[in-house]
């Protein structure tokens, strides 16, 4: 009889805080803008082992989109509309295992992260990594003054991360 494979399921968020500057005044020749300060989103990623190549820099859908509507709307009643400027000011990326912990596996996995955002068909990179250490979480280097307000203001947006693996187990589901 041959032996069932467990599969072990790896979460890899990626959490992104946002600088945001809204455009208020009821009068166009008063018209100022104002920083809202911090929004904080997060995605989550999943694949499996054998769907990527090592040394290959391959594409990861989020498993959800984000939204800020509620959290623009809590910083003061705002709306996406009024949104003139935003970008990431922080990007962390983290494996947890919550069932297989010592399981050896860490970040060092990867040799290449790009975090993109994505509303529509308008993809923009706003974050990056190269080399890892088993430390998590892992800050990812910000793209400065990298604009995407654009994304935020069509409504719902996700994220793809572009993955490098240095070494993958194609028996793992890595989420």
Request: hydrophobic share 40%; proline share 3%; aromatic share 6%.
């Amino acid at each position: 009889m041959k032996p069932t494979t467990a599969r072990k399921q790896i979460l890899l968020p990626i959490g992104v805080a946002l600088f945001l500057a809204a455009l208020v005044g009821c009068d166009t020749a008063t018209t100022d803008s104002i920083i809202l300060g911090d929004v904080r989103v997060d995605f989550e990623f999943e694949f499996d082992g054998s769907d990527l190549t090592v040394g290959q820099l391959q594409d990861v859908t989020s498993e959800q989109s984000a939204n800020i509507s509620s959290q623009l709307s809590a910083l003061g009643g705002f709306t996406l509309d009024e949104i003139v400027g935003g970008e990431v000011t922080e990007a962390s990326i983290e494996l947890v295992v919550p069932t297989f912990v010592g399981t050896g596996i860490d970040l060092r996995t990867f040799d290449d992260v790009i975090l993109q955002l994505r509303s529509g068909s308008t993809v923009r990179e706003v974050a990056s990594r190269s080399g890892f250490t088993s430390d998590e979480p892992a800050s990812l280097s910000v793209i400065r003054n990298r604009d995407v307000s654009t994304l935020l203001g069509g409504g719902s947006f996700d994220a793809i991360l572009q993955v490098n693996p240095a070494a993958l187990d194609a028996a793992e589901t890595y989420t």
